[in-house]
């Protein structure tokens, strides 16, 4: 698909069907994600694959407030076939600075204008997005509630020095209402871009 296509067509989709996604395509998915920018080439990222029934379940019942989870919204999340949740390591940040290459003696977090863990991990789950459109798939990148990252981490085994930054629901499309936050429209490039000065 022609790269302005890619990014014309790119939304999230909140609606599945039921079908298997080719493992083909996941697997080209999260290797896109592998050629986002980090800082140093740190790469303190990591890309939990659920592809099961089985698995998806378990994230679905580990991440859901008690109540939550019964409306349409939900449903048609919870038939996508794949999750994908990246996970950001401000460690491997903090150690790779530190190194001899790159000047700094400590690993003290206030070198740091901003989290670039998650900022490049968010990066790399925008490649998975867009790859996604490019296969003519569906998906949603959304958060785990704060309360639910604990019995996340504990249902999957994920150390605590990763964290979930979102994650990322994939499959085949079915019909989908538009969110209403849409109404709002997009802002147009004037409103948003400052040239030479604010």
Same mark, same amino acid.
């Given at each position: 698909m022609?790269?302005q296509?890619?990014?014309?067509?790119?939304?999230?989709?909140?609606?599945?069907?039921?079908?298997?996604?080719?493992?083909?395509v996941?697997?080209?998915?999260?290797?896109?994600?592998?050629?986002? $920018?980090?800082?140093?080439?740190?790469? @303190?990222? %990591?890309? #939990? +694959?659920?592809?099961?029934?089985?698995t998806?379940?378990?994230f679905?019942?580990?991440?859901t407030?008690?109540g939550?989870?019964v409306?349409?919204?939900?449903?048609?999340?919870?038939?996508a076939?794949?999750?994908?949740?990246?996970?950001?390591?401000?460690?491997?940040?903090?150690?790779?600075?530190?190194?001899?290459?790159?000047?700094?003696?400590?690993?003290?977090?206030?070198h740091?204008?901003? $989290?670039?863990w998650?900022?490049?991990? @968010?990066? %790399?789950? #925008? +490649?998975?997005?867009?790859?996604?459109?490019?296969?003519?798939?569906?998906?949603c990148?959304f958060?785990?509630?704060?309360?639910?990252?604990?019995?996340?981490?504990?249902?999957?085994?994920?150390?605590?020095?990763?964290?979930?930054?979102?994650?990322?629901?994939?499959?085949?499309?079915?019909?989908?209402?538009?969110s209403?936050?849409?109404?709002?429209?997009?802002?147009?490039?004037?409103?948003?871009?400052?040239?030479?000065?604010?």
């Open positions: 022609d790269f296509r890619v990014v014309a067509r790119r939304r999230m989709v909140r609606n599945y069907s039921d079908r298997a996604v080719d493992p083909a996941v697997n080209r998915i999260l290797s896109n994600a592998l050629h986002a $920018p980090s800082a140093g080439f740190s790469q @303190g990222w %990591a890309f #939990l +694959l659920l592809d099961d029934r089985q998806v379940a378990r679905w019942a580990c991440t407030p008690e939550d989870g409306d349409a919204w939900s449903e048609g999340m919870r038939r076939p794949v999750i994908i949740v990246p996970l950001s390591c401000k460690r491997e940040y903090l150690e790779r600075y530190a190194a001899p290459d790159k000047g700094w003696t400590d690993m003290d977090e206030s740091w204008p901003v $989290p670039y998650d900022i490049d991990t @968010g990066m %790399a789950a #925008l +490649l998975m997005l867009l790859t996604v459109t490019d296969e003519d798939l569906g998906a990148f958060g785990i509630p704060p309360e639910m990252i604990a019995p996340f981490r504990a249902e999957f085994g994920v150390p605590d020095d990763y964290m979930p930054i979102g994650a990322l629901s994939i499959g085949h499309r079915a019909e989908d209402r538009p209403p936050s849409l109404k709002r429209g997009r802002r147009s490039t004037d409103e948003v871009v400052h040239r030479s000065r604010w």
